[in-house]
C-alpha cells in the first residue's frame, strides 16, 4: 500500500503542472529507469499499473501541458504524420490480433513515443540550452542507479549474466547509453555541455556499457568515436580539443572496463565479472537449438537464438496468404516466434510470452504483424529520417549537427537486433526520442539555408 501511495506521488509530481516542464521531463527520463512490473511480469497476461501510468498516462499529461496553447492546431512534420499513421494501423490490427492484451499495449507503446517526442521538440525549440543542462545529469543518475541495482540490491534485472543495469531490462539500459554518448559529442561540440563533464561523462559511460556486456552497443559506440575522433582533425582548433577529448574518454572507458573485466577475476577469489567476462567472449554454440539446424555452426548462443526467430518468421511468412502478407496476422501476433524454451519456462503458457519482444527485428516484425501497408509506413518513416540525417550532411556552417547526424549507428543497431517498437516509456525509447527531437530542431530551414530556432 505504501509503496503504490509512494509511486502515485512520483507519477503525479512528473505529469502534473507542479514543477516546470524542463524540469518535469528530466524527471520522467529518470522515471523510465525503472520496470515497475519486475523482469518476471507476466506481460501477454496483463497490463502492470504503474507501467501503464508511465507509459502512456504521464506522457499524455507532459503532450497536453506542451501543446495547451495550440492543443488542436499542432504544426505536423512527415515524420508525425507517417508515426500517426503506424498507431492507427497497430491499433486496427489489434481486432484480428490473437493477442489482444499485448497489442493494446503496443498500441500504448507507440502513443508514448508520439508524445513524448512532441514535447522533446517542444522544449528544445522554447529553450535551446535545456537538452545541455539536464542530459549530462540523466545519464550520471541513471549510471548511478545502475550500480545500486546490480551491486547493492541482488541485481534482478541484469540476470544470469550479472550485466550491469538500473531497474529496466540490459539492452534497453545500453541503447540509452549510446544515444546519450552522440548527444553529449554534439552538445560539447557546441559549447553547451563543458567539454569536462561531457568527457567525465563518457568515460564512465564507456566503461559501465563493457559492464553491461551488450556488445553491438559497445561496438557502436567504439566505432562512434573513432568517427567523431577522425572527423575532428579537420575542425578549428577549439572544437577540435572539445571533440577529441570527449570521443577518446569514451574509448579509454571502454579499454579500462574490458582490462577489468578480464584481469579482476584473475586478481581476487570472489569471482566478481566472471560472468560478464564469459558473455563478452561467448564463442560456444546455443545449447537448446543446435545451430547446424539453421545451417551456421559454431555462432554465439547470442546469435543463435536471434536466427532461429527470424527462421520462424521466414518460415510463418512463406506459408501466408496473398491478403495475410498485404494486411499482416495482428498486432503483437509476432510471439508465434517464440522459442521452444521461452514457452517451457512459463509451463507452456504463450500467453505470458512478451509477444512485443520476440522477433528482435523491427522491419520483419512488422512484415509478420502488419504486413505489407505496416512495411510501407516503416519505410516511409525510415526515409524521412535518412533524409534529415542527409540534409545535416549537406548543409553549410552546421558542423556540429553532423555529429549528432552519427546517431544512426545507435539506431540501426537497435532496429535490425532489438525491439524497438516496443520500447515506449523506456531508457532506450527516450534516448531515440531526444536524438530525434535534436534532429529535428537542428535543421537547416529550407527556405534560405539558415539553421532552424535551437541550432
Not at 290 to 314: D, E
Not at 342 to 350: E, Q, T
Request: some cysteine; charged content about 15%.
Amino acid at each position: 500500500m505504501i509503496e503504490n501511495l509512494v509511486l502515485f506521488a512520483a507519477e503525479g509530481l512528473v505529469g502534473l503542472p507542479i514543477l516546470s516542464l524542463g524540469l518535469s521531463f528530466f524527471l520522467y527520463l529518470l522515471l523510465v529507469q525503472f520496470d515497475f512490473s519486475g523482469p518476471a511480469w507476466q506481460s501477454g497476461a496483463a497490463i502492470g499499473l504503474h507501467n501503464g501510468i508511465k507509459v502512456v498516462v504521464v506522457p499524455l499529461l507532459l503532450f497536453v501541458r506542451s501543446e495547451r496553447k495550440a492543443l488542436f492546431k499542432p504544426r505536423l512534420d512527415w515524420l508525425a504524420v507517417g508515426w500517426l499513421a503506424l498507431i492507427g494501423y497497430a491499433g486496427l490490427a489489434v481486432l484480428w490480433s490473437p493477442a489482444r492484451i499485448p497489442a493494446v499495449k503496443e498500441v500504448g507503446y507507440l502513443t508514448s513515443f508520439f508524445l513524448t517526442a512532441v514535447v522533446a521538440v517542444r522544449l528544445l525549440q522554447s529553450r535551446p540550452r535545456w537538452l545541455g543542462r539536464m542530459l549530462p545529469w540523466a545519464l550520471v543518475i541513471s549510471m548511478l542507479l545502475a550500480v545500486l541495482q546490480t551491486y547493492f540490491t541482488g541485481n534482478r534485472f541484469g540476470a544470469e549474466a550479472g550485466r550491469l543495469t538500473p531497474f529496466v531490462a540490459p539492452k534497453s539500459f545500453a541503447v540509452w547509453l549510446v544515444f546519450g554518448f552522440v548527444l553529449l559529442l554534439w552538445l560539447a561540440l557546441r559549447g553547451t555541455v563543458a567539454t569536462i563533464w561531457a568527457s567525465a561523462c563518457s568515460f564512465a559511460l564507456g566503461i559501465e556499457l563493457v559492464l553491461n556486456s551488450s556488445r553491438a552497443e559497445m561496438g557502436g559506440l567504439a566505432l562512434i568515436s573513432l568517427a567523431v575522433i577522425a572527423m575532428g582533425w579537420s575542425c578549428p582548433a577549439k572544437e577540435r580539443g572539445r571533440i577529441l577529448k570527449t570521443g577518446a574518454a569514451a574509448l579509454a572507458g571502454i579499454a579500462i572496463g574490458v582490462a577489468v573485466v578480464f584481469v579482476w577475476p584473475h586478481l581476487t577469489p570472489s569471482g566478481e565479472f566472471t560472468t560478464v567476462q564469459a558473455r563478452l567472449a561467448e564463442i560456444p554454440p546455443a545449447a537448446e537449438e543446435s545451430p547446424s539446424k539453421i545451417g551456421v555452426r559454431q555462432v554465439p548462443k547470442n546469435l543463435s537464438f536471434r536466427m532461429t526467430r527470424y527462421r520462424r518468421a521466414l518460415k510463418e511468412l512463406g506459408g501466408r496468404s496473398l491478403a495475410g502478407l498485404i494486411i499482416g496476422s495482428g498486432t503483437s501476433s509476432a510471439v508465434s516466434v517464440a522459442r521452444v524454451s521461452d514457452i517451457r519456462r512459463w509451463k507452456g503458457k504463450v500467453k505470458r510470452i512478451d509477444a512485443n519482444r520476440v522477433v528482435h527485428d523491427a522491419p520483419l516484425r512488422v512484415l509478420l504483424e502488419w504486413g505489407a501497408i505496416g512495411l510501407v509506413i516503416l519505410g516511409f518513416l525510415l526515409s524521412r529520417i535518412g533524409l534529415l540525417v542527409v540534409r545535416l550532411f549537406r548543409a553549410a556552417g552546421l558542423r556540429e549537427a553532423r555529429i549528432l547526424a552519427l546517431g544512426v549507428v545507435p539506431l540501426a543497431i537497435w532496429i535490425l537486433l532489438e525491439n524497438p517498437l516496443a520500447a515506449g516509456g523506456s531508457p532506450a525509447g527516450m534516448g531515440a526520442v531526444l536524438w530525434l527531437a535534436a534532429l529535428l530542431t537542428v535543421q537547416p530551414a529550407e527556405s534560405d539555408g539558415r539553421p532552424a530556432r535551437g541550432s
